[in-house]
């Protein structure tokens, strides 16, 4: 089955820009999805097909996607933006969700 | 707006079996699937299956066949997901989360606020 590979942690300077990845062969054939998930809260859907943001989603956060990696940006982080963030593909077999490990972001 | 509203937390033994529910509102509650999620304390998100409420149609991951299911009740524009056989590794948050289109059936917009299923003894 396929798999979704994200860095364990990440820190960014208040106001810089910072970059998530996510690699797997999924990604070659489906698009990445974006979740964004702080402490005792829900996820939050912050990019879906690769680069759209729902509606309520700062124009701070982007996607992208190239072969086997998709990739997530946030220009310009506040201390707000700490949180766990996942992303999320299909199996390439089974057609089935699936989740990477999630990248946790410090704001410093 | 949108609300999926979900049922309180259960403290369970091994073996035994939980239903949890999903109450929603605020849109066709037919028109759109429904995705389960769980997070076991401090991992991360697991998938565990979709049910169209529309034709009741489901789709597991394999890891959970034959010990989970899901149902609705439109009348009353709830989902339920029933799981049997609960281990200690079961305990987790449970959410439902709303699938965004038909298209994007995998991303989920709208969730739940979880509900913490403990499986002790």
């Known amino acids: 089955s396929s798999e979704l590979t994200q860095d364990p942690a990440v820190s960014v300077a208040l106001g810089q820009t910072v970059r998530f990845t996510c690699q797997g062969d999924?990604?070659?054939?489906?698009?990445a999805t974006w979740y964004q998930q702080k402490p005792g809260q829900a996820p939050l859907l912050v990019i879906y097909?690769?680069?759209n943001r729902p509606s309520g989603i700062p124009d701070r956060f982007s996607g992208s996607s190239s072969g086997n990696t998709a990739s997530l940006t946030i220009t310009g982080a506040q201390a707000g933006d700490e949180a766990d963030y996942y992303c999320?593909?299909?199996?390439?077999?089974?057609?089935?969700?699936?989740f990477g490990g999630g990248t946790k972001l410090t704001v410093l | 707006q949108v609300q999926l509203v979900q049922s309180g937390a259960e403290v369970k033994k091994p073996g035994a079996s939980v239903k949890v529910s999903c109450k929603t509102s605020?849109?066709?509650?037919?028109?759109?699937?429904m995705n389960w999620v769980r997070q076991a304390p401090g991992q991360r998100l697991e998938w565990m299956g979709w049910?169209?409420?529309?034709?009741?149609?489901?789709k597991y991951a394999q890891k959970f066949q034959g010990r989970v299911t899901m149902t609705r009740d439109t009348s009353i524009s709830t989902v339920f997901l029933e799981m049997r056989g609960l281990r200690y590794d079961d305990t987790a948050v449970y959410y439902c989360?709303?699938?965004?289109?038909?298209?994007?059936?995998?991303?989920?917009?709208?969730w739940g606020q979880g509900t913490l299923v403990m499986v002790s003894s």
């Open positions: 989360a709303r699938s965004l289109s038909a298209y994007y059936f995998d991303t989920s917009d709208h």
């Open positions: 605020g849109y066709n509650f037919a028109g759109s699937y």
């Open positions: 049910i169209n409420p529309n034709s009741r149609g489901t």
């Open positions: 999924s990604l070659g054939n489906y698009y």
């Open positions: 097909g690769d680069k």
């Open positions: 999320s593909s299909r199996d390439t077999s089974s057609n089935h969700v699936i």
